[in-house]
């Protein structure tokens, strides 16, 4: 495997995934390209062993930015032609992967920028700075979802769209800007695994969207839209990590761990669906 020499980046940076995309009762299967993507835009963009490029904190913004593309695309194609959002995202993930693959070239790329680096690496007060990122993030999200029309209007999409719509609601126009924000995430989270890593890496986001979804379901959101937040996200990551820590320090194969983690997510969308079943037959 030529991106073998790219350090294993640990624990993922505690960024906390948005739930938004599937209060719309949608699914984003685009993480693994677009953290993929973005962590080469990013090391590429700022200072590193393969070009003269020293963008900065510009670097940051620039790669987000191409997060949020990819978000639009993901929107648009599920909004405006109606491919189903795991199909349209899935596809926007290969896109994704090629594209960082033609990045990567024949070498690693290496990021030289130390004190980009330290944006991950650094602490505050004795906290890590991946710890005050993800509280930042998840207070921003919780004040979108309590105070803006964008958090009431997701719950209205995702409980009927046909309701949404005979309101006066623009879903089309929500549903994109909701993958754009989701895009813009996975972005934000590829830029901090590159400068924890210190390399850009084509691998490194393969896998994430499964541990995304199941943060959120079982942190209570229901898959079918219109029922979750993100404060119980946090709780459902919480979980998971507690949940994979005490696999590794049980001495659990590490082939079985991804086994064990399936099996929570399909027992959490039972409970799920059970309980929704069972709140529509009240309502009946």
């Given amino acids: 495997d030529r991106h073998a020499d790219a350090p294993h980046p640990g624990p993922t940076p505690s960024i906390v995934k948005s739930p938004f995309v599937i209060l719309l009762g949608s699914i984003d299967l685009s993480p693994p390209g677009t953290i993929a993507v973005s962590s080469m835009t990013f090391v590429l ?3 590193n062993n393969r070009n003269d490029n020293d963008l ?3 670097a940051i913004v620039a790669t987000v930015a191409v997060g949020v593309l990819f978000g639009v695309f993901s929107g648009v194609l599920n909004a405006m032609f109606k491919i189903p959002s795991f199909m349209a995202t899935l596809g926007v993930s290969a896109v994704g992967l090629g594209v960082a693959t ?3 070239q024949t070498s690693t790329p290496r990021l030289f920028d130390e004190g980009l680096r330290q944006i991950a690496m650094g602490r505050l007060f004795g906290v890590s700075n991946l710890v005050a990122i ?13 105070s803006t029309r ?5 719950y209205v999409i995702g ?28 972005a934000f989270a590829g830029v901090l695994i590159a400068m924890q890593i210190g390399v850009g890496s084509v691998s490194v986001g393969i896998g994430q969207e499964f541990a995304a979804i199941t943060a959120v379901v ?15 996200t946090v709780i459902g990551a919480l979980i998971m990590s507690v949940l994979a820590n005490g696999l590794i320090l049980a ?15 399909v027992v959490a969308v039972a409970l799920a669906s059970w309980k929704q079943r069972n709140r529509m037959r009240v309502v009946k």
């Fill in 45 to 47: 963009l700022a200072q």
């Fill in 102 to 104: 033609l990045l990567y």
């Fill in 251 to 265: 001495g659990v194969s590490q082939y079985i761990q991804p086994g064990v983690q399936g099996l929570v997510i």
């Fill in 134 to 146: 993800a509280v930042v993030i998840v207070l921003a999200f919780w004040w979108v979802q309590r």
């Fill in 218 to 232: 079982v942190g209570g959101t229901v898959l079918q839209g219109g029922s979750g937040s993100v404060l119980r």
């Fill in 159 to 186: 409980s009927s769209e046909e309701v949404a719509l005979t309101s006066g609601v623009r879903v089309k126009v929500f549903k994109i800007i909701t993958f754009m924000i989701s895009g813009g995430v996975f």
């Fill in 150 to 154: 964008i958090g009431r209007y997701l």
């Fill in 56 to 58: 900065g904190v510009w």
